[in-house]
């Protein structure tokens, strides 16, 4: 997947943006603050109308605008040209359209044009709670599981109604009704991360044995909250726990509960690793999301590469090329680039104040 251009109006700090790219590697230089980052979150808001900083689209429309519209146009691995056209507003809404026809589900635009994120926010997947390793991981298998998306959706939208009823203490008959709802949806989400998970950890173990130089080991290890054997089980753990959820008046066993951790050498990183091993943990668990998206879609996703050079020791810095995928179009942004002999390798564009200046490509002495 390439993107071949994008327009943008009223995004962030962007006022109206009309952009083409021509190669597959596009370098975006300026101070913070000018509008570098918000280019690269507008396209990932084309793969998934999420923000990779977590922000809501509401808050994305430029002050004094009621209305932000993206428009991107790709070119697949099959060589045809495709389409994603955005717009939220100020107020909520969203209305997306696809190769000019309406998209009524999130599920329907997932997995058609991915992209990866790297960010220094990344280093909350080590650090943070277990919420955002969930989120990566659901992002991750929602993108190439349509089954996996519905159950997500279902699961949550099942735990909400059964939450409400626990805090009003309602009877086991009207919790009953959810819980079968909640059971079928559970079932789904284990058996899908059971298959698929361990796709991600052996994309992971090969990424971070690549950027250690094979030095030191890396894995993934699943923590399930808890685990059952299909529909009924599901529900006798449900009905067994229903007292005690009343009195927290939540749901408190379930998928919703699981986690993994990030191990190095056989070690919790969140512990042992050094800031600098959590570096290229965090980096390989993006890597390693990249060749699962690649595996199970079929196509390239695009990498996005928000301000990551300063997170990266002297060495992997100055070999930032060589790190990245071969072949996947990638998107940095910085306020210099890696080293100055990658300057030449870069389709660049110097930023200020939300304006993009096309730079003119200098050729290398030799």
């Given at each position: 997947?390439?993107?071949l ?17 021509g ?18 979150e ?14 809501s ?11 932000a519209?993206?428009f ?65 991981m ?39 009704a ?7 949806s ?12 361990p796709?991600l ?10 950027l ?5 080991s890396?894995?993934?290890s ?32 379930g ?10 050498d056989g ?5 042992y690793?050094?800031?600098?091993q959590?570096?290229?943990?965090v ?71 939300g ?12």
């Open positions: 997947m390439r993107l251009g994008i327009n943008i109006e009223n995004f962030r700090n962007l006022g109206s943006i009309s952009l083409e790219f190669t597959d590697r596009i370098f975006f230089l300026g101070a913070n603050g000018q509008g570098k980052s918000n280019l690269l507008a396209v990932g808001i084309c793969s998934t109308l999420r923000s990779f900083r977590g922000a689209t509401e808050s994305m429309v430029k002050d004094g605008e009621s209305e519209r993206l991107a146009k790709f070119l697949d691995d099959d060589g045809a040209e495709r389409d994603a056209m955005i717009r939220f507003g100020k107020r909520g809404g969203k209305h997306v359209e696809v190769d000019g026809e309406p998209v009524k589900k999130l599920g329907d635009l997932l997995g058609q044009f991915p992209s990866v994120c790297l960010s220094s926010r990344d280093f909350r997947l080590v650090r943070e709670s277990p919420s955002d390793r969930r989120k990566w659901d992002l991750a298998l929602s993108s190439t599981s349509l089954k996996y998306f519905t159950a997500l959706q279902g699961y949550y939208r099942s735990m909400k109604e059964r939450n409400t009823l626990l805090k009003k203490q309602a009877g086991d008959s009207e919790i009953q959810f819980e079968h709802a909640l059971a079928s559970a079932q789904v989400l284990q058996e899908v991360r059971a298959e698929l998970f796709l950890d052996q994309a992971f173990e090969k990424s971070y044995a690549g250690s130089h094979n030095q030191e890396a894995k993934l699943y923590k399930p909250d808890c685990r059952a054997e299909g529909f009924n089980e599901w529900l006798s753990i449900y009905a067994q726990e229903r007292s005690r959820d009343r009195q927290f008046g939540s749901t408190r066993r998928p919703h509960r699981d986690d993994f951790s990030l191990l190095l070690r919790d990183a969140r512990h690793a050094s800031e600098g959590q570096k290229g943990i980096l390989a668990l993006r890597l390693a999301e990249f060749s699962f998206l690649r595996q199970k879609l079929g196509t390239l996703p695009i990498l996005l590469a928000d301000d990551v050079l300063g997170e990266l020791d002297p060495s992997r810095r100055a070999n930032f090329r060589k790190l990245l995928p071969p072949n996947a179009q990638t998107f940095a942004t910085g306020t210099a680039y890696p080293s100055e002999r990658e300057e030449g390798i870069w389709e660049s564009f110097q930023v200020q104040s304006g993009f200046v096309p730079v003119p490509l200098s050729i290398p002495d030799g």
